[in-house]
């Protein structure tokens, strides 16, 4: 290695250390390149945090990111070969299962209960979620949300019949609210938000979220496809790494985080940092993420939107999660 190289890479470990953050996990193989497949809004803060303070290529990562609007959309491109990795959800692993893709899901590296919300009028007589009954409820049809509408409504002793749900964009959800065509909708907490603040001439409110945690919790991936978690496990290791350091800058100082949030998101600092207080930061792999996995999927087979497998719901979703890149950089964080 010639001095130049030395010093250089000499440099870097000792930022690493002067940090505080993960140096002793260094990645050896510096510049291996990666395409990463990245959602917008504010659940991703984790990933974007990462990219904003250089902790990609602190562990030896040459990312290029390519943007897409959801997270059923970088999957889609994960699974298709034109990324390595993908920001996504649960929701979205679960139906590609199901629809007989191969995700493969190596780190969770936050969860929600909250960055859903149902949003109602007052003057159609709702004003709590009992009151949900017989009213006609906006959402996206076969997404997170319409998933979260159904535990939702669990929650509180109603079913799907108990209601009329009217399949909607969620950009045309707040007109639809506030011009009444639909008496509540169910979609992110800042179109919620923005229907009960800028929408609402006071008639619109966020019901209660009071136990949701029993029923919902949305879990926020980084997945991969099988050939990339194959050839480059070191890879896996190495973002592993980064995201973990993107969680110790959430604890060390969060407003740094709301900062790179509302920079990425365009929005203020008060709202992203509402999103990231709904947020559980963590790194991890944990058996809620099965269980849940397996909510989202008996839904999908009940509503018809994908076909019962012919083997065991839980066998197949415990199959795609592969643990052992975690385990490799920090075991305590695979749960049992």
């Known amino acids: 290695m010639d001095r130049r190289r030395f010093l250089a890479v000499q440099g870097l470990a000792a930022a690493s250390l002067v940090g505080g953050l993960s140096s002793r996990f260094a990645f050896a193989a510096a510049g291996t390149a990666v395409t990463i497949a990245e959602s917008e809004g504010h659940s991703w803060a ?9 902790l990609w ?40 299962a199901l629809q007989g893709h191969k995700p493969v899901v190596f780190a969770e590296f936050a969860n929600s209960s909250t960055q859903m ?34 535990q939702y409504l669990k929650l509180h002793g109603l079913t799907p019949k108990d209601v009329s749900i009217i399949n909607l964009r969620p950009q045309d959800m707040v007109t639809a609210l506030a011009q009444g065509s639909i008496d509540a909708f169910n979609w992110d907490w800042w179109a919620a938000d923005a229907a009960a603040k800028q929408e609402g001439k006071g008639n619109v409110h966020v019901l209660s979220t009071e136990g949701i945690e029993k029923v919902y919790t949305s879990h926020f991936l980084l997945i991969t496809n099988e050939k ?22 959430f ?12 920079e990425r998101t365009k929005g203020t600092l008060e709202s992203s940092r509402n999103g990231l207080e709904r947020n559980h930061t963590e790194v991890q792999l944990a058996p ?10 008996e839904w999908a087979i009940n509503e018809k939107i994908a076909q019962a497998p012919a083997g065991d719901l839980r066998q197949l979703y415990a199959g795609l999660i592969d643990t052992s890149a975690l385990k490799a950089v920090d075991p305590a964080r695979v749960k049992s």
């Open 57 to 96: 290529s602190r562990h030896g990562l040459n990312v290029t990111t390519t943007h897409f609007t959801s997270g059923r959309l970088t999957a889609e491109a994960v699974l298709a070969g034109k990324a390595d990795f993908a920001t996504t959800t649960d929701s979205v692993v679960a139906l590609a």
């Open 251 to 262: 604890k060390k100082d969060f407003n740094r985080a709301v900062a790179v949030l509302a």
């Open 117 to 150: 919300l149902v949003a109602a009028r007052k003057d159609k007589g709702v004003l709590k979620p009992a009151d949900l009954r017989g009213k006609r409820i906006g959402t996206f049809f076969g997404s997170a949300g319409h998933f979260y509408l159904n």
């Open 46 to 54: 984790v990933p974007f945090v990462a990219d904003a303070e250089s």
């Open 228 to 249: 990339t978690a194959k050839e480059k496990p070191a890879a896996l290791q190495a973002a592993i790494r980064a995201l973990i350091d993107a969680e110790g800058v």
């Open 288 to 297: 809620r993420l099965i269980t849940d996995l397996v909510a989202n999927g």
